[in-house]
C-alpha cells in the first residue's frame, strides 16, 4: 500500500522500531473495537506501514460496502499547533480548522470540508473529507482523515455523502500513541 505521511520530522524509515508500530497498531486496534457500531473495514485498522518518506507510519482503508475512504498517519517531532487569527487573511480560504486543547496538553485540529471548500480532481470528482489530528506535547502526531467521493452524476435532489462522524475520527485520533517512534 502507498500513503503519505505528513510531518515536520527529519528520520527516515531505519528509525521506525518494529516496537513502536506494534504499539500503534495495538492502540489503534483496541481503540477501533471500543467504538460502538464501528463499521467494518477492508483490513485491519492496526495494518501501519512506512511512510513515503520519513519516519512515520500510514495506512489508507475502506469501509466496507461504501465508498468511504480512512487515511491515519502517525509521526513525530511535530510542534504543537497555534490557531490562526480568524482575521489574518491566510485564514480566510479553505476549510475552519477547530482547535481545542486536551487536559494532557495535547492539541486538537479538526475541519470539515464542505462541498463549497472541496477540491475537484483531474477526473471530476469532488472528495468532502473529514479531519482530525492530535499533537501531543511529546511531538506524537497521530492524523485521521476520512473521505468519500461525491457522484455528480446524480440528478436533484442532491444528498450530499458522509465521510465518517467527527466522534470516531477523534476516538481514533486520540488513540494512546504518547510516543515515537
Known sequence: QDCYVSSGETGTVADIRPGSVEAADDALTTTWESLPDAPPLNRPIGS??????????CTDLEVVGTD???????????????????????????PVIEFRTLPDGSVVESYDVDIANSLVSEDGTTELTRSVTVT????????????????RTQSAPLVLPDPLPFDVLDAVAQAPIVQWP
Do not use: T
Request: glycine share 14%.
Open 48 to 57: 501501519l506501514v512506512p511512510g513515503s518518506y520519513g519516519s512515520g507510519v
Open 68 to 94: 468511504i475512504a480512512l487515511s491515519i498517519s502517525v509521526s513525530g517531532g511535530s510542534a504543537l499547533p497555534v490557531a490562526l487569527d480568524p482575521y489574518d487573511p491566510e485564514s480566510a480560504y479553505g
Open 136 to 151: 501531543r506535547p511529546s511531538g506524537v502526531q497521530v492524523s485521521v482523515r476520512s473521505s468519500v467521493a461525491l457522484d
